[in-house]
């Protein structure tokens, strides 16, 4: 019962907004860093973004900086990554991954798509 459920992916168009969650279930959330990982059709895992267990350390790949905000909220068990003024590079599911002896959980994935 150990695991991670991402949701809140979509289809938008570029310049548009998603908000993707991420449920912990299982083990202490509060505890563990976690990150944003994605991963676009024929590409390899691109890591996009981390937070602490405070809730306040945050870090982000270049090129989404000013443009995605990750944060969570432990109380819920529960990551996000708000996506503003998306762009089709962007399009790739998207994983959250627990931060332990190196990223041994993942979830399932959700799947972004930037379109017109």
């Known amino acids: 019962q150990v695991q991670l459920v991402e949701s809140g992916g979509g289809l938008v168009q570029p310049g548009g907004s998603l908000r993707l969650s991420c449920v912990a279930s299982?083990?202490?959330?509060?505890?563990?860093?976690m990150n944003w990982v994605r991963q676009a059709p024929g590409k390899g895992l691109e890591w996009v973004s981390h937070?602490?267990?405070?809730?306040?350390?945050?870090r982000y790949i270049d090129s989404v900086k000013g443009r995605f905000t990750i944060s969570r909220d432990n109380a819920k068990n529960t990551v996000y990554l708000q996506m503003n003024s998306l762009k089709s590079e962007d399009s790739a599911v998207y994983y959250c991954a627990k931060e332990d002896f190196g990223f041994a959980l993942w979830g399932q994935g959700t799947q972004v798509t930037v379109s017109s």
């Open positions: 299982g083990f202490t959330f509060s505890s563990y860093k």
């Open positions: 937070i602490y267990t405070d809730g306040v350390q945050t």
